[in-house]
């Protein structure tokens, strides 16, 4: 990954951080404009227009043009509402199991370098949140975007929202358990080891392996 791709995804966490940890932001509030929060956060005008691009993919914001950037939802769901969260979760990895495995499938086939170095940056950013305690709803969505994007197929990105919800309801409900963690790092590792070395099906079977450790905990 180039520095400049990892300086707009360093952004996007911070500008996260605003609005679940700061409560600086929630659903509904403009943020500041270009010029002011590119100079708070220490960042170049295109280094915040890369952030925001990442924000808006993942459904946090969205851009309304003549009129600014709005935040469209938080990215922590407040721990109270589990029993609300947990509510068609199963069906939500269900739906991944179908989907994601595939995705793992045609991403070891077709990844370019560069898309396997992204994938890989992402699990490792992953481990280094769970061995340190720290949400990883960002860098798990960003870890499975990378390996659908790695398919090339363009009709894959209209499946994203749903994964990012499950993600991140998924990471709500399970991030307390230790086994769940232990369980996402061995899969995480697999599933990246295999498409590094372009195998397509041990690929599918490491994310549908690691898809099931997750429904299992539910």
Request: hydrophobic share 40%; charged share 30%.
């Given at each position: 990954?180039?520095?400049?791709?990892?300086?707009?995804?360093?952004?996007?966490?911070?500008?996260?951080?605003?609005?679940?940890?700061?409560?600086?932001?929630?659903?509904?509030?403009?943020?500041?404009?270009?010029?002011?929060?590119?100079?708070?956060?220490?960042?170049?005008?295109?280094t915040l227009r890369e952030a925001v691009k990442i924000l808006t993919?993942?459904?946090?914001?969205?851009?309304?043009?003549?009129?600014?950037?709005?935040?469209?939802?938080?990215?922590?769901?407040?721990?109270?509402?589990?029993?609300?969260?947990?509510?068609?979760?199963?069906d939500l990895f269900e739906m991944r199991l179908m989907f994601e495995?595939?995705?793992?499938?045609?991403?070891?086939?077709?990844?370019?370098?560069?898309?396997?170095?992204?994938?890989?940056?992402?699990?490792?950013?992953?481990?280094?949140?769970?061995?340190?305690?720290?949400?990883?709803?960002?860098?798990?969505?960003?870890?499975?975007?990378?390996?659908?994007?790695?398919?090339?197929?363009?009709?894959?990105?209209q499946f994203m929202p749903v994964i990012f919800n499950a993600i991140?309801?998924?990471?709500?409900?399970?991030?307390?358990?230790?086994?769940?963690?232990?369980?996402?790092?061995?899969?995480?590792?697999?599933?990246?080891?295999?498409?590094?070395?372009?195998?397509?099906?041990?690929?599918?079977?490491?994310?549908?392996?690691?898809?099931?450790?997750?429904?299992?905990?539910?």
């Amino acid at each position: 990954m180039s520095n400049s791709a990892m300086l707009a995804d360093s952004t996007a966490q911070r500008i996260i951080k605003m609005i679940d940890e700061e409560n600086r932001f929630s659903a509904g509030d403009k943020l500041p404009n270009e010029n002011d929060l590119s100079s708070e956060l220490g960042v170049s005008r295109s280094t915040l227009r890369e952030a925001v691009k990442i924000l808006t993919t993942n459904g946090i914001v969205e851009i309304r043009r003549g009129k600014g950037t709005f935040v469209t939802s938080t990215t922590i769901i407040n721990s109270g509402n589990l029993n609300d969260i947990a509510s068609g979760l199963e069906d939500l990895f269900e739906m991944r199991l179908m989907f994601e495995p595939e995705c793992a499938y045609l991403a070891a086939e077709r990844a370019t370098d560069e898309e396997i170095e992204t994938i890989c940056y992402y699990g490792e950013e992953i481990e280094k949140k769970i061995l340190s305690g720290e949400d990883r709803t960002f860098e798990e969505q960003k870890f499975h975007e990378s390996i659908a994007n790695a398919t090339h197929n363009s009709f894959v990105k209209q499946f994203m929202p749903v994964i990012f919800n499950a993600i991140k309801k998924g990471v709500v409900v399970l991030t307390k358990d230790q086994d769940v963690s232990e369980d996402n790092l061995k899969d995480d590792r697999l599933i990246m080891e295999f498409i590094k070395k372009r195998n397509p099906e041990g690929a599918r079977t490491a994310m549908k392996l690691h898809i099931i450790h997750a429904i299992e905990r539910l």
